[in-house]
Structure formats: C-alpha cells, structure tokens
C-alpha cells in the first residue's frame, strides 16, 4: 500500500485497507463526529469540522475508489464482506464537489442513483446529489429525516419512500467552487 493510501486508511481508524462494509461504517461514524452542524455557534470548532469533514470525504472517496478500480470484490473477497452489489461505483460519473451552500458539508451514500446528501440544520434544508451530477434541494425537512437517510440500509428507497413527493423542492445547477452561492 503506498503512502497517500496509508494516509487515508490512518484517518479512517485503519491500518490496512479496509473492505467496503468496514470503510463504510467507518465514515458513517466519522462523519457523524464531526459534522460541522454539531459545532454551530461556536466558529472555531465548526471551521476546525469542515476541514476534518472535507478530509474525511476526500479519504472515503479515495479508499472507495481503490476498493472498486479493478474488480468489484477487491478488498472484500477474503473477509466475505462483498455485498454482491456492483451499482455502486461512482468513479466514471461526472462530478462536482459539495453543494451550492458552501456551509452544508457533504456526505456520500453507498446508493444505486443518490450519490451524496447534506443538510443546514437553520434552514431545514436537505440537499440530496444524484449520478449524474444532478442537485436538488428539498425544503422544510426536519433533521430526523436526513439522520435516517444516513442511517438507511438503502439510501434510495428511504428518500422514494419518505423524502420525494412530500417535501417542496426544486432542482440547481452545479456551480464551481469559486461561485458559490451563501445562504
């Protein structure tokens, strides 16, 4: 294993690279900890959580790419911890960082079409990422409902079942780091 990945297995709580199911329980927990949300009133912990939050993702992204490069069970054959499920692979999608509320930290999904969800806790405001790159940003959603799409065996059929068709929302476009828009 090279450095970089030593890197972010160590930041994960790893010392080796962990099998999907690990890496994901992992960074549910991580994220959990340090969502900047958790720190709100308080500027010096809230920035210090956005940095970890950012460095967690960057983390699971890179770990879960290298879990998924070459073939669907690397990393897992061995410990039989291969959920059988090849949908979730998001390297080859398009892709553009966070969400237009630069405050709102991003958290990946293990989901067939959802590809990341966030949420700013004074607002209500629930924002879910599909593949393709697609943003919308759901209104009036109390915080439990985001906690359990975290917690959800499968993201997509939480938010089919419990978040399209009962709250307001409407599509955004993307935007750059550089143009981002502040709520």
């Known amino acids: 294993m090279d450095e970089r990945l030593r890197e972010k297995c160590e930041l994960l709580g790893f010392d080796r690279l962990p099998g999907e199911l690990e890496l994901k329980r992992a960074y549910k927990i991580l994220i959990k900890q340090w969502h900047p949300d958790r720190f709100y009133g308080r500027p010096e912990l809230e920035q210090l959580a956005v940095k970890k939050t950012q460095r967690i993702n960057l983390a699971y992204k890179t770990l879960l790419q290298e879990l998924t490069a070459d073939s669907p069970q690397r990393g897992n054959e ?80 939480y938010a089919m079942r419990f978040i399209y068709g009962r709250f307001r929302h409407r599509k955004v476009v993307p935007l750059s780091r550089s143009s981002r828009l502040q709520f």
Do not use: T
């Not at 959802?114 to 599909?130: D, E, I, T």
């Open 78 to 157: 061995s410990k039989g911890e291969y959920d059988g499920n090849p949908r979730h692979r998001y390297s080859w999608q398009k892709y553009s960082e966070g969400f237009p509320d630069s405050s709102v930290a991003e958290i990946f999904l293990n989901s067939s079409h959802v590809f990341s969800a966030g949420y700013n806790k004074n607002r209500w405001v629930l924002y879910l990422k599909f593949l393709g790159d697609e943003i919308f940003v759901y209104f009036d959603v109390p915080e439990f409902i985001f906690q359990h799409l975290l917690l959800a065996h499968s993201p997509g059929k």
